[in-house]
């Protein structure tokens, strides 16, 4: 009997946990093939302009938002926490945000503080030369210049799993 | 021995349900806070949620982006939900979920007819009517009309389902699974009504 039990309940949970609400997700998908990430030369809200090619060597996060996006929202703290740890071992990150001005951005930014540089792609040239279907998307751009991760949808990026992902990939170069 | 019977009993009575719907469990809910329902299916390794949008929140969403009163009166009006798909494997080995909106049916009183998609109502647009801004924000906060997820992927957008305010309507869905096709019925989804109806 005390064998029967345990299984059952092992058993209603994974029941249960299947029918969970909707979560926000902590994996990276590989990607294969070292495909060449498209370069672009986009400014930030401070007016400087950042070059994808300039950052190599480095690891390079690139998330695509825009404020009225929930997922991005929810997304930024941990961007921002991520960002906090990452920053002297060589990986940037680069949120670039879709079709709106810097005074929308500004003001966003009071609610949720964002460290990172915040790029403008304001009529979403860049957007059309990368692999992204919804917001947010993120690739991780290898030190070499390929494509190596992707994440469709939100994470916490502080999470340890994807902290020791990104830091595995800046040690390869 | 007349125990572990009754242990086994009480397990079945309790949890055979949840082991029947474990295939495809669909829940609907409302919340409590803006009076607003969702309907919510797992199946395989696909997670759908539909929320209801009231034809005026996105109206306003699309007034503020720029849209002329005619066009976002008519997107308000055409059955708006928030969508949210996702895998739910966590593995990237995972099977990979394969979406095309174009394949989903909406059957209705009046017929059955296919979802709203984006592109030819982008397309309907004049260009003079809809400014560049106005058609990013459309583009990007619709659903994506074709996508693949992978582990732990998900996203979110708006989708129209081309009827009236509080219609009700089945919807049968088609998605694959590593290539796999699968279809499942969510039953008697109901467009949000106008906001003179709630009150």
């Not at chain 1, 990276?28 to 070292?34: D, E, I």
């Not at chain 1, 940037?92 to 879709?98: D, G, H, Y």
């Not at chain 2, 809910?29 to 299916?41: C, E, F, M």
């Not at chain 2, 219609?167 to 989804?189: M, Q, S």
Request: proline residues 6%; contains cysteine.
């Amino acid at each position: 009997m005390t064998a029967v039990l345990p299984r059952s309940l092992l058993c209603c949970l994974l029941l249960l946990l299947a029918g969970s609400p909707l979560r926000a997700g902590q994996g990276l998908t590989p990607l294969p093939g070292a495909v060449p990430a498209p370069d672009f030369v986009l400014p930030d809200t401070d007016g400087k302009l950042h070059r994808l090619s300039d950052y190599r060597g480095k690891t390079v996060i690139i998330n695509f938002w825009a404020t009225w996006c929930p997922p991005c929202r929810d997304e930024i703290p941990s961007m921002n926490r991520a960002w906090q740890q990452l920053r002297q071992e060589d990986v940037v990150m680069l949120a670039i945000n879709l079709g709106e001005d810097e005074d929308t951005i500004f003001l966003f930014t009071a609610d949720y503080p964002a460290e990172f540089p915040l790029l403008l792609d304001r009529h979403g040239a860049v957007i059309a030369d990368w692999p992204v279907k919804g917001l947010p998307t993120t690739y991780i751009v290898a030190p070499d210049g390929s494509l190596a991760y992707r994440a469709i949808g939100g994470r916490a990026w502080d999470d340890s799993e994807i902290l020791e992902t990104l830091r595995a990939l800046q040690k390869q170069r | 021995m007349m125990n572990q019977v009754n242990v086994h009993r009480l397990f079945l009575l309790l949890f055979l349900p949840g082991l029947l719907s474990a295939a495809e469990v669909i829940r609907s809910a409302v919340n409590d806070a803006t009076g607003l329902r969702k309907w919510h299916l797992v199946e395989g390794n696909l997670e759908v949620e539909l929320v209801q949008r009231l034809p005026d929140q996105t109206r306003g969403f699309f007034l503020a982006r720029g849209f002329p009163a005619a066009i976002a009166d008519e997107i308000a009006a055409s059955c708006i939900f928030q969508t949210i798909i996702r895998n739910t494997g966590s593995q990237a080995a995972d099977r990979a979920v394969s979406v095309d909106l174009a394949q989903w049916r909406v059957l209705h009183e009046t017929g059955e007819q296919g979802i709203r998609l984006k592109e030819p109502w982008i397309a309907s647009w004049p260009e003079t009517a809809v400014s560049e801004a106005s058609r990013l924000a459309f583009q990007w906060a619709t659903f994506p009309t074709r996508q693949e997820f992978r582990a732990d992927d998900y996203n979110w957008g708006m989708t129209a389902f081309g009827l009236p305010p509080g219609a009700v309507f089945d919807l049968d869905l088609v998605w694959k699974e590593d290539g796999e096709a699968h279809t499942a019925r969510i039953a008697a989804v109901e467009c949000a009504p106008d906001v003179e109806r709630l009150q």
